[in-house]
């Protein structure tokens, strides 16, 4: 995480995509997904108090559900949220702003899947 604030920091003015796997989260530990968690964190707050994220679509996403524990599987409830991905995107205003259409696409989007 510390290589992507370098990298919005060196080449702020450059357009740019980027794409971090973290894959330790696949752990049973709740310990290592709290520490990834609080790594995530940590540099999205930095990056967002900076001005970094000003004008940057952020989107994160996993490739299932949140669920605290294997065991969970065994219940309907966390075999449904086993097999469906997570996403988040976040949309500054900035990019809003510039762009108001995406607000109502994303909006519409949402029933369409």
């Known amino acids: 995480m510390e290589y992507l ?3 919005w920091e060196v080449y702020a003015d450059v357009p740019k995509y ?3 796997h973290m894959y330790g989260g696949h752990s049973d530990s709740w ?3 709290k520490t990834h968690d609080s790594i ?12 970094a994220l000003d004008n940057t ?11 605290s524990h294997r065991r969970i599987n065994d219940l309907i409830a ?3 949220e086993h097999r469906s991905p997570a996403l988040k995107v976040f ?4 990019v809003l702003e510039m762009h108001p259409e995406t607000e109502a696409t994303m909006a519409y989007n ?3 899947l």
Request: glycine share 10%; hydrophobic share 40%; no cysteine.
């Open 5 to 7: 604030r370098k990298v």
């Open 18 to 20: 980027h794409y971090t």
């Open 31 to 33: 310990n290592q997904l």
């Open 40 to 51: 995530i964190a940590l540099t999205l707050e930095q990056m967002l108090s900076s001005g």
């Open 57 to 67: 679509v952020l989107i994160l996403a996993g490739d299932h559900g949140f669920h």
């Open 78 to 80: 966390g075999e449904f």
């Open 91 to 94: 949309i500054p205003k900035k």
């Open 110 to 112: 949402t029933q369409r």
